[in-house]
Nanobody
Framework: EVQLQASGGGLVQAGKSLRLSCSVTGFNVRDWVIAWFRQAPGKEREGISYISWGESKYSESVKGRFTLSSDNAKNEVYLQMNSLQLDDTAIYYC???????????????????WGQGTQVTVSS
């Protein structure tokens, strides 16, 4: 059974860092596409990063500040978030799919499996 569990959220001051984790069971992280999405209050869910065959991609809103990595031995994926800004406040979700064929891996419709979300709140 495929399961994803996101953790690591919390309250952090602007400019500081936070690392989110996505723990995966049911498949090997190196074999599937794993993405991070976020949803801010009143806004649509936004794809911000994904890793596919060891290569990470980022949306313009987080490029240069966030880094996605994976630990194949632990079967986990991490999102290191640096220089956090007030508008990074959101619920963050990890998602995964085998993605044998896809259009846009920043879109939520590409992913069949989702974690439960972890809240990140950035304060001034």
């Amino acid at each position: 059974e495929v399961q994803l569990q996101a953790s690591g959220g919390g309250l952090v001051q602007a400019g500081k860092s936070l690392r989110l984790s996505c723990s995966v069971t049911g498949f090997n992280v190196r074999d599937w596409v794993i993405a991070w999405f976020r949803q801010a209050p009143g806004k649509e869910r936004e794809g911000i990063s994904y890793i596919s065959w060891g290569e990470s991609k980022y949306s313009e809103s987080v490029k240069g500040r966030f880094t996605l990595s994976s630990d194949n031995a632990k079967n986990e994926v991490y999102l290191q978030m640096n220089s956090l800004q007030l508008d990074d406040t959101a619920i963050y979700y990890c998602a995964a799919d085998s993605a044998s064929a896809y259009d846009d891996l920043f879109q939520e419709y590409e992913y069949h499996y989702w974690g439960q979300g972890t809240q990140v709140t950035v304060s001034s």
